[in-house]
């Protein structure tokens, strides 16, 4: 069964850094591309950021472009996202995603917390 | 304010038919049959329900069912059940390696 767990949220003041983690299970993680989407209080899903398989091609939404940074360990199964210069703006749930077919993600986390505040 | 546009509720009794609608532009739902559907569950791991428009994963019920007209994608719940009641938010592919979502539409069985 496909696990993805993250981690790695909490509270932090504006200008800081956070770095989260998820920790894939249950499928060939180096076969996937996998992702980072977040959905901030009372607002829709919104795409952070993609990593292939081999982090060869790394993509960012505009709002994050220059500040956060996706990457991945193979070895270790896991997903990863360095998040910098975090605004009160950046305050979400995070989610990790597998990428599917069809610009679909089949597989999801249960999220983590970041909220960014003085 | 979302790409896409969705109702931010609907509702149904057990047993009736639900449709949600998706709407978006040309540039995105309009243009490409990359329209994917997501069952949410507070606290708990989105779900993908429907892809490309009307395709579902394999375990997802047949009571859902997706479809789209022009800029519209429309996400059908049949027989509605208790366990239906969550959020569902639409995606669309809009070029340019661009995935944008909807606003959400909770969905509350009466």
């Known amino acids: 069964e496909v696990h993805l767990v993250e981690s790695g949220g909490g509270l932090v003041k504006p200008g800081g850094s956070l770095r989260l983690s998820c920790v894939a299970s249950?499928?060939?993680?180096?076969?996937?591309?996998m992702n980072w989407f977040r959905q901030a209080p009372g607002k829709g899903l919104e795409w952070v950021s993609l990593?292939?398989?081999?982090?060869?091609?790394?993509y960012y939404a505009d709002s994050v472009k220059g500040r956060f940074t996706i990457s991945r360990d193979n070895a270790k199964n896991s997903l990863y996202l360095q998040m910098n210069s975090l605004r009160a703006e950046d305050t979400a749930f995070y989610y990790c995603?597998?990428?599917?077919?069809?610009?679909?993600?089949?597989?999801w986390g249960q999220g983590t917390l970041v909220t960014v505040s003085s | 304010q979302s790409a896409l546009t969705q109702p931010p509720s609907a509702s149904g009794s057990p047993g009736q038919s639900v449709t949600i609608s998706c709407t978006g532009t040309?540039?995105?739902?309009?243009?490409?049959?990359?329209v994917s559907w997501y069952q949410h569950h507070p606290g708990k791991a989105p779900k993908l329900m429907i892809y490309?428009?009307?395709k579902r994963p394999s375990g997802v019920p047949d009571r859902f069912s997706g479809s789209k007209s022009g800029n519209t994608a429309s996400l059908t719940v049949s027989g509605l059940q208790a366990e239906d009641e969550a959020y569902y938010h639409c995606s669309s592919y809009a070029g340019s390696n661009n995935l944008i979502f909807g606003g959400g539409t909770k969905l509350t069985v009466l």
């Open positions: 995603a597998r990428d599917s077919i069809a610009w679909s993600r089949d597989y």
């Open positions: 249950g499928f060939t993680f180096t076969s996937y591309s």
């Open positions: 990593i292939d398989s081999r982090s060869t091609y790394l």
């Open positions: 490309e428009v009307s």
């Open positions: 040309s540039s995105d739902v309009g243009n490409y049959d990359y």
